[in-house]
Every structure is written in C-alpha cells, then in structure tokens.
C-alpha cells in the first residue's frame, strides 16, 4: 500500500481503533480498584488465586494500554510514508 489517501485511511482507521481499546479499557482498572476497595485482597482472599488474579488485572491493562501505542505508532507510521505531517494523537 503506497497510495497516500489510502495510507491515511488506514492511519485514521488506526487511531480510531485506538481511542475505542482506550474507551472500553478505561473502566477496567477503576472497577477492579472499586472491588478492591470494598473487598482488598489481602482481608478476603490470600494465596495464589488471589496474586493471579491481581497480576492478571495488572497484565491486562497494560496489554491494553501498549495496544492503543501500538496502533498510534502504527497510525504515525502510516502518516509519515504518505508523506503527511503527523497530526497530534490521543496520547
């Protein structure tokens, strides 16, 4: 794919992905900080499960998070090979 416009669709595309992963994985951590609030871990549940679970929650979400880069970085990317200044992101 070397066609500027249809390198600047797919960089829009890209953006548009990343801002919806940042949409649906913004409540993510603040529900699980809620949960862990009212229930913290350590009172009410000890042991392995109990560090997967956190892990798994922290593993998440920054899975998350170097996906919306990921697909940013990719959208530059896209931008600069189509010879475009690269706009200002969602970072």
Same mark, same amino acid.
């Given at each position: 794919?070397?066609?500027?416009? *249809?390198? =600047?669709?797919?960089?829009?595309?890209? !953006?548009?992905?990343? &801002?919806?992963?940042? %949409?649906? *994985?913004?409540?993510?951590?603040? &529900?699980?900080?809620?949960?862990? !609030?009212?229930?913290?871990? %350590? =009172?009410?549940?000890?042991?392995?499960?109990a560090?997967?679970?956190?892990? &798994?929650?922290?593993?998440?979400?920054r899975?998350?998070?170097?996906?919306?880069?990921?697909?940013?970085?990719?959208?530059? *990317?896209?931008? =600069? !090979?189509?010879?475009?200044?690269? +706009? +200002?992101?969602? !970072?």
């Amino acid at each position: 794919m070397s066609d500027p416009s *249809a390198l =600047r669709l797919a960089a829009s595309r890209c !953006r548009s992905a990343a &801002g919806r992963i940042r %949409e649906l *994985a913004s409540p993510v951590p603040d &529900g699980v900080l809620a949960v862990s !609030r009212r229930h913290p871990v %350590e =009172r009410v549940w000890a042991g392995p499960n109990a560090n997967t679970f956190t892990d &798994g929650v922290n593993d998440a979400t920054r899975a998350m998070k170097n996906a919306v880069q990921d697909a940013l970085d990719y959208a530059d *990317a896209l931008i =600069r !090979r189509a010879g475009q200044p690269v +706009p +200002p992101t969602l !970072r």
